[in-house]
């Protein structure tokens, strides 16, 4: 067991550092924050003495071991525009996004578990209909545009909830609806087809031969070794919730990481996206590696 994490440390640790390259030098592709940053009037001299003063003048390589120092010390530069701390304007809005990330997992958990494994059981039923229907449209239904859509009716017409901001619950209701949506139809497509395997298996019709309760075979049995393949979606959906968050919190002006990551890519402010990306995709990973470790529950074989 020990070896087992340990490897999926170094794992982890290896797949950092590939990240930081690929973000450092996605950053400057595009092009020079010394157009957005000083006005019209300005002449070469001024921002060539302004591409001194952040560093820009060095050599792709000397900036990047100048960026993989700082993150080591846990600094990430100033942001060319607040002149802040990245790191610092990057965790002020984490919160929020982690806020919205995290309730539209649950939401999307609550939604999708039940109607998967209730099409496995019912299959070929009514209920089984409504769900390929509902996984259908889910995955279907672009993100920005159920967000529209969202607004216009419970907002506009209605003015049953907050069109914008953070606040109370009211304002995370759209939001977290909006971004769980698709991650709901996906989980339970996937819970519906795990399950159909298990309970297809000898062992199930081993149990239900033994005259176990059904919703024993189905809840503790079946769904324990469908779990895997499930457990793993999810930690993916997560991921992609947190990097969707992007479209979500531009439509609802939501203050996350990543209505400011729009903002600083706008402005070339190549700092607060390089924390943005690096402090997102730590996270990832961290949730990747947890991941891999319940998966040595789940199923000892694989420690080995």
Partial sequence: MGFYILRR???????????????????????DP???LLPTEAT???????RR????DQPLHLQYLTFVGRVLEGDMGKSFRYRESALGIVLNRLPA???????????????ALPIGILAAVRRDTWIDTLARWFATLGQATP??????ILILVFSVHLGWLPTSGRGGVENLVLPAITLGWFSAAAIARLTRSSMLEAMQSDFVRFERLSGLPERI??????LRNAAIPIVTYMALQFGVLLSGAVVTETVFAWPGVGLIVVDAI?????????????VTAMLILLLNLLVDLLYSWLDPRIRY
């Fill in 217 to 222: 075979v189905v809840l503790k049995h079946a």
């Fill in 97 to 111: 996004t982690l806020q919205l990330a995290a309730v539209s997992m649950l939401l999307a958990t609550i939604i």
């Fill in 53 to 56: 003063q952040l560093g820009l």
């Fill in 34 to 36: 010394t157009i957005s």
């Fill in 266 to 278: 706008n402005a070339r402010d190549y700092p607060v996206v390089q924390a943005a990306v690096m």
């Fill in 143 to 148: 993100t920005f545009w159920l967000g529209l």
């Fill in 44 to 50: 070469q001299e001024d921002r060539d003495f302004f």
């Fill in 9 to 31: 440390i170094g794992q982890t640790a290896l797949t950092a550092v590939f990240v930081s390259m690929i973000v450092f030098s996605l950053a400057r592709v595009t092009g």
